[in-house]
């Protein structure tokens, strides 16, 4: 085998190894990060309409709505919860907690059985009067489990904010005055009882219902109903099922707040589609330069051959069997060193990280202590397919040409 046809091989294998790693990948942190939006938020949260509450409106009262969705084909569990956004304050240090939601804990084991890998220290069982918080809260507040942290409902928050702003437009002083002082704010003290990871729980916290009825002026009503499905992934298709028999009730579903970050995920990989194409173009570029030069050196045998009564047909497959056996021999060395790397994706990770003096971290809220890869046999046999057919056709164009070359011509050359 000359070096040529080395190098060729070579380039086919990087082409497909490329092609398979970075989509194992790809495919690997938008399941990764699927999984965790699914292992953190409720599946489904159900709400009633603005304008109606559970006490009577066009919609049927949240009770009722409940013990429908307990007995829906496929809803693990069904709870209600009191949710919004708190402003929790330390002193001087203040932070945001969001979303926030009150949920009885006895009641929702299903969710509270998703927490609890996330869960770094004290309990998830939420008394009334506590709040389970991430790490990230309890460092912007420089607050301990079992330490006390002052809390605003953020409606409250807002309605200073506007009074405040209404005041200042006030051009009498006294009227001004009069106005800032009706504004006041009065938080309220919740025991942190437990610690979450704030790499896939972001700045969520959790409080029992009771307390979040209280935090946010519900009296007896509920923000809405928190579920869990058999299988999350099919959220899109089950919810409006759920909501066939509760008019005046809308649904929103885990992937909904971060669905423009998945749609980007999607485009991403279309696009890297394109360039490992690219790349697969060129690795088959290659053979096509081993198939002419071939050509181009065998010559005098090509004419040999015509001479001796060879069809074109003949001739083109001699050429033909050569980039068949260079794709071969590509696309299965791309194969076994994409499995190879993808084995290895975590020490090479490492070995990086210690020649560039880099660093292992966490990444836009997502925790990536390993490199999640998920290969799809599918799409391998596909590229594998494809790289093959890419240096077969390759091939055939020069040896085309070649094999209608007189022999006379060759033989004289």
């Not at 069904?78 to 929790?88: H, R």
């Not at 006041?184 to 025991?191: G, I, N, V």
């Not at 999350?232 to 992937?255: C, F, H, N, Y």
């Not at 925790?367 to 599918?378: R, W, Y």
Request: proline content about 4%.
């Amino acid at each position: 085998m000359s070096v040529i046809t080395v190098v060729s091989v070579i380039g086919v294998a990087v082409g497909v190894l490329m092609m398979i790693v970075v989509r194992a990948v790809m495919l690997g942190f938008e399941a990764d990060f699927r999984e965790t939006l699914m292992g953190t938020k409720p599946h489904v949260l159900l709400r009633q309409e603005a304008g109606q509450d559970g006490g009577g409106g066009k919609g049927p009262a949240w009770q009722g709505v409940l013990e429908q969705m307990k007995a829906k084909a496929g809803v693990v569990s069904a709870t209600p919860f009191a949710g919004g956004e708190l402003y929790a304050a330390n002193g001087d240090r203040q932070t945001v907690v969001k979303p926030v939601l009150g949920i009885p804990a006895a009641e929702a084991q299903g969710y509270m059985r998703k927490l609890t890998p996330h869960l770094l220290a004290g309990s998830l069982d939420m008394p009334d009067g506590t709040i389970v918080l991430t790490d990230r809260h309890l460092q912007d507040l420089e607050l301990s489990p079992g330490d006390e942290v002052s809390v605003y409902a953020g409606p409250n928050v807002n309605e200073a904010v506007r009074s405040y702003s209404d005041a200042n437009d006030e051009d009498d002083d006294k009227k001004r005055q009069a106005m800032i002082d009706k504004i006041s704010l009065h938080p309220q003290k919740l025991t942190i009882s437990g610690v979450l990871q704030s790499d896939q729980l972001g700045f969520a916290g959790y409080v029992s219902l009771r307390t979040g009825q209280a935090l946010f002026q519900l009296g007896g009503n509920v923000t809405g109903i928190a579920i869990e499905l058999a299988e999350p992934q099919r959220a899109g298709e089950i919810a409006p099922m759920l909501l066939k028999d509760v008019p005046g009730w809308t649904a929103e579903l885990w992937s909904d707040e971060d669905k423009a970050r998945l749609a980007a995920m999607q485009n991403e990989q279309t696009m890297m589609q394109l360039v490992l194409f690219i790349i697969a173009l060129v690795a088959a570029f290659s053979v096509m330069n081993v198939t002419i030069t071939v050509t181009t050196q065998k010559r005098h045998e090509i004419g040999m051959l015509a001479a001796l009564g060879c069809t074109r047909g003949q001739i083109t497959n001699v050429f033909l069997l050569q980039a068949t056996i260079v794709g071969v021999l590509g696309t299965a060395s791309g194969l076994g060193g994409s499995m190879l790397v993808l084995w290895l994706r975590n020490d090479l990770r490492q070995w990086l990280a210690v020649l560039t003096g880099g660093q292992v971290h966490a990444v836009e809220g997502v925790f990536l202590s390993t490199i999640p890869a998920h290969v799809d046999p599918e799409h391998v046999m596909w590229t594998c397919g494809i790289s093959i057919l890419l240096c077969i056709v390759a091939g055939w164009l020069p040896a085309w040409f070649a094999a209608r070359m007189e022999p006379a011509e060759a033989l004289r050359d």
